[in-house]
């Protein structure tokens, strides 16, 4: 079982470091292309739409034709929009690139949210805690240098080692034993552990729905900060190395939220993390909004860290509490589905606000988001975790 996580581990580090590294050279260097907030928009927009297309066919599709070879299928995707990167001279390239690298993130995170929930069973949001922690690893070492790598090989150097993290993310998903070639459907269910009680599929079924919220939720501050930060920052005064550090400062966030949260929701129920990182990205995204305040900017990002850190795995726990074994690839597709939803509406919304009523109002939105669910969250979701046998 260790073993399994290590492999988790290092497969979802690779996967996503070049992300990291092309996360604040997208934005600064469509800027350099003469994007503004709208177009900035518009590029993390295309993400959102394909990651929200694709996620349910992929997840399912996981279920018929195994997990490793739809992990196959996202390295070879992430590869060829690193290609797309390098060689775009136009915005609409960079746009065409973020197609690509969202049918590779909705071929992935489906297919080994899905892996883990048949491997980990009722521990599923421990061992996801460690897969959204290297996710989020990756991104705190990409981020941070990025700035230095822009600094010193130009805006398109960062492309061209994504090429190479995505190669050798695709060896590792290939180099995966091949007992996660088998059908999700022949597989035997993980034998339950300690479960709660059983509930009635309408319960559970209103629990996976909460689930989607939380993630429509949270990925709309994540989306903001994808999309907008860069600039935003740059905007502020700060120089490409401290964009990156300041990219950098978030995902270290959501590493110590992604390692504490979901061991700490299989322990004491989902709604002891959720509705306080709710709390805490309403509060934060208010912070980033703040004009001429540096700190407020990082304390900002930090808190969005930590709440996209906690709800990441304590949404995946959520579902698989709610779901037969046999449908995990389906409903971890809907829960990434409505991620890529909130991806589009973050981009296209915030674009449009950021331009019209002033370039910290998508932030706004995102803090006005988070405080409406955790009232939602207070009330409908269950105290404690009801699993179904």
Not at 67 to 80: E, H, T, W
Not at 161 to 170: F, K, M, Q
Not at 222 to 241: C, H, K, N, Q
Request: positive net charge; aromatic residues 8%.
């Amino acid at each position: 079982m260790r073993s399994r996580l290590v492999a988790i581990g290092l497969i979802t580090l690779v996967f996503n470091l070049g992300g990291g590294l092309i996360a604040p050279a997208v934005p600064l260097y469509a800027r350099a292309l003469g994007a503004d907030y709208r177009d900035l928009g518009l590029i993390g927009a295309s993400h959102g739409l394909a990651f929200a297309v694709l996620t349910m066919p992929l997840g399912r599709a996981s279920d018929h034709l195994g997990r490793r070879v739809i992990l196959i299928l996202s390295g070879l995707a992430v590869g060829a929009a690193a290609g797309v990167y390098l060689v775009s001279d136009r915005v609409a390239g960079l746009a065409v690139a973020k197609l690509l690298e969202a049918a590779g993130w909705a071929a992935f995170w489906p297919a080994l949210e899905a892996w883990i929930a048949e491997e980990f069973g009722s521990r599923a949001g421990g061992a996801m805690g460690v897969a959204y922690g290297a996710y989020a690893a990756a991104f705190v070492v990409g981020t941070s240098a990025a700035g230095f790598v822009i600094e010193a090989a130009g805006l398109r150097a960062p492309f061209a080692l994504y090429l190479g993290t995505a190669t050798v993310a695709l060896v590792l998903i290939l180099a995966l034993s091949g007992g996660h070639t088998r059908r999700a459907r022949d597989r035997p269910a993980p034998a339950a552990v300690r479960p709660v009680m059983t509930t009635d599929p309408r319960h559970a079924r209103g629990q996976r729905l909460l689930a989607y919220g939380t993630g429509f939720v949270y990925v709309f501050g994540l989306g903001t900060v994808l999309a907008f930060l860069p600039a935003y920052a740059a905007d502020r005064g700060l120089s490409p190395r401290g964009v990156g550090l300041l990219l950098g400062a978030y995902w270290v966030a959501r590493v110590a939220g992604s390692l504490v949260a979901g061991r700490l929701s299989d322990s004491f129920g989902r709604r002891v993390v959720l509705v306080p990182a709710m709390l805490v990205g309403g509060m934060a995204a208010c912070l980033v909004a703040l004009p001429a305040w540096t700190a407020a900017l990082v304390l900002g990002a930090v808190g969005l860290g930590l709440t996209a850190g906690a709800s990441a795995p304590t949404c995946v726990g959520l579902v698989a509490d709610h779901v037969a074994a046999a449908d995990r690839g389906t409903a971890m597709g809907l829960f990434e589905a409505s991620c890529g939803v909130s991806l589009l509406a973050s981009g296209l919304v915030g674009g449009l606000s950021a331009e019209g009523l002033g370039a910290g109002s998508p932030y706004l939105l995102a803090g006005a988001l988070a405080f409406a669910w955790s009232a939602v969250l207070v009330r409908r979701l269950a105290p404690r975790r009801l699993a179904v046998i």
